[in-house]
């Protein structure tokens, strides 16, 4: 596996940390369900003009399955969760999803459940609950449930991407499934938030970076990885994302890192590493020659 195809793949993860900083100073107070329709729905339909494809219809029940699990149901639940929990447990809740991974993988792909990716995956969430866990975080029934449901959308979503690919480009098929996943959310807006809220130009200019770099952009990358990268070395790649927003956190927002943050970004920084390292290792033993 090309080095140069997993490092644009962890740009995505690593991007979408951006999402906290812009949710919370361009976009606070918005309805879940709103932000998350305006941040699919146009990016999808300016890629299908780019593309000028539309999906067979015999394509349109799995398009509609990975919309959900991808972007309409994971953006709402993520939203969700990140608006009742502390931003701390919400991270942590999201990391189970490699775990959630490498048994769906099992499930759906007939791989072998490996010990260095299940290890690696245990080790991410560690990671990353010593980088964004604080000892005040309050639960939250639902904002737990919510986040649980999210890790799950997105973990089925990453398998199923990786089970259902049609012979077209990553671009295309971002197109596809972002266009799904946003018209799925028109009947849930219009029913939650009869009035399209006011936006300030701040608002605007938070939602058309979700849309066209958190969105369109990111999942173009990570859709292309999924592609040529085995599903558990994509989905540990996730610990980037809470990583950099404590990262970007610190740089932008003048906060500290304590000792237990800087210990758990070298314990996630460590599970990638292990998930790569002992993957890539196997992949090559698989495809060695026989004696």
Same mark, same amino acid.
């Given at each position: 596996?090309?080095?140069?195809?997993?490092?644009?793949?962890?740009?995505?993860?690593?991007?979408?940390?951006?999402?906290?900083?812009?949710?919370? @100073?361009?976009?606070?107070?918005?309805?879940?369900?709103?932000?998350?329709?305006?941040?699919?729905?146009?990016?999808?339909? &300016?890629? %299908? $003009?780019?593309? +000028?494809?539309?999906?067979? &219809?015999?394509? #349109?029940?799995?398009?509609?399955?990975?919309?959900? #699990? *991808?972007?309409?149901?994971?953006?709402?639940?993520?939203?969700?969760?990140?608006?009742? %929990?502390?931003?701390?447990?919400?991270?942590?809740?999201?990391?189970?999803?490699?775990?959630?991974? =490498?048994? $769906?993988?099992?499930? &759906?792909?007939?791989?072998?459940?490996?010990?260095?990716?299940?290890?690696?995956?245990?080790?991410?969430?560690?990671?990353?609950?010593? $980088?964004?866990?604080?000892?005040?975080?309050?639960?939250?029934?639902?904002?737990?449930?919510?986040?649980?449901?999210?890790?799950?959308?997105?973990?089925?979503?990453?398998?199923?991407?990786?089970?259902?690919?049609?012979? =077209?480009?990553?671009?295309?098929?971002?197109?596809?499934? !972002?266009?799904?996943?946003? &018209?799925?959310?028109?009947?849930?807006?219009?029913?939650?938030?009869? /009035?399209?809220?006011?936006? @300030?130009?701040? *608002? =605007?200019?938070?939602?058309?970076?979700?849309?066209?770099?958190?969105?369109?952009?990111?999942?173009? !990358?990570?859709? +292309?990885?999924?592609?040529?990268?085995?599903?558990?070395?994509?989905?540990?790649?996730?610990?980037?994302?809470?990583?950099?927003?404590?990262?970007?956190?610190?740089?932008?927002?003048? /906060?500290? #890192?304590?000792?237990?943050?800087?210990?758990?970004?070298?314990?996630?920084?460590?599970?990638?590493? #292990?998930?790569?390292? +002992?993957?890539?290792?196997?992949?090559?033993?698989?495809?060695?020659?026989? /004696?």
């Amino acid at each position: 596996m090309p080095i140069r195809t997993l490092f644009l793949t962890a740009l995505a993860p690593a991007i979408w940390g951006s999402s906290y900083i812009v949710t919370t @100073t361009l976009l606070p107070g918005h309805s879940p369900i709103v932000v998350a329709l305006l941040r699919a729905l146009p990016a999808g339909l &300016l890629l %299908l $003009l780019l593309v +000028r494809q539309l999906p067979p &219809l015999d394509w #349109l029940p799995r398009l509609m399955v990975l919309g959900a #699990l *991808n972007f309409s149901l994971f953006w709402v639940l993520l939203f969700l969760s990140a608006y009742r %929990l502390p931003g701390g447990v919400a991270a942590t809740l999201g990391a189970v999803q490699p775990l959630i991974v =490498v048994f $769906l993988s099992a499930v &759906l792909l007939k791989t072998q459940i490996r010990a260095a990716a299940v290890a690696a995956a245990l080790l991410s969430i560690a990671g990353v609950a010593l $980088l964004v866990l604080t000892p005040a975080a309050k639960l939250d029934t639902l904002g737990v449930l919510a986040g649980l449901g999210g890790a799950v959308s997105m973990a089925a979503g990453v398998v199923l991407t990786r089970k259902w690919q049609p012979p =077209v480009p990553p671009l295309t098929f971002t197109a596809w499934q !972002l266009t799904a996943g946003g &018209l799925l959310l028109i009947p849930a807006a219009l029913w939650s938030v009869p /009035e399209l809220p006011a936006f @300030t130009a701040a *608002n =605007v200019l938070g939602l058309a970076y979700m849309s066209l770099i958190g969105g369109a952009l990111t999942y173009i !990358l990570w859709f +292309r990885g999924l592609a040529r990268i085995d599903p558990s070395q994509v989905s540990l790649l996730g610990v980037l994302s809470p990583l950099s927003a404590v990262i970007l956190g610190w740089l932008l927002l003048g /906060e500290t #890192l304590t000792a237990n943050q800087m210990l758990g970004a070298l314990l996630a920084l460590f599970s990638l590493w #292990l998930g790569q390292s +002992r993957l890539r290792l196997r992949t090559a033993r698989s495809s060695a020659p026989a /004696e």
